[in-house]
Nanobody, 117 residues
């Protein structure tokens, strides 16, 4: 089992920044990659960014250049630094871990990010 716990969400003005953090615990040896998803009201959950064990990253076009995903293997954390936030970034953000050996997805409980003036 893998447990994920997100933190760092909140209310921010357009153009502002927030940093989300996800602490990973449990049987994490085969987890790859780690990802951040988001789900806005009335929309499907979408992939925001992911990072492999080797540090390779990828981003959705809508956040590329504004968001940065990073991981600290020693602390078992995956962070999402969000800058130049827009109203359309408002969503619940979820941390995700994929176990390719078991074809299992693990999810955190989500953290709300609201971009509003």
């Amino acid at each position: 089992q893998v447990q994920l716990a997100e933190s760092g969400g909140g209310l921010v003005q357009p153009g502002g920044s927030l940093r989300l953090s996800c602490v990973v615990s449990g049987s994490i040896f085969s987890i790859n990659p780690m990802s951040w998803y988001r789900q806005a009201p009335g929309k499907q959950r979408e992939l925001v960014a992911d990072i492999t064990n080797g540090g390779t990253t990828s981003y959705a076009d809508s956040v590329n250049g504004r968001f940065t995903i990073s991981r600290d293997n020693a602390k078992n954390t995956v962070d999402l630094q969000m800058s130049s936030l827009k109203r359309e970034d408002t969503a619940v953000y979820y941390c995700n871990a994929f176990d390719p050996n078991r074809s299992l997805d693990y999810w955190g409980q989500g953290t709300q990010v609201t971009v509003s003036s």
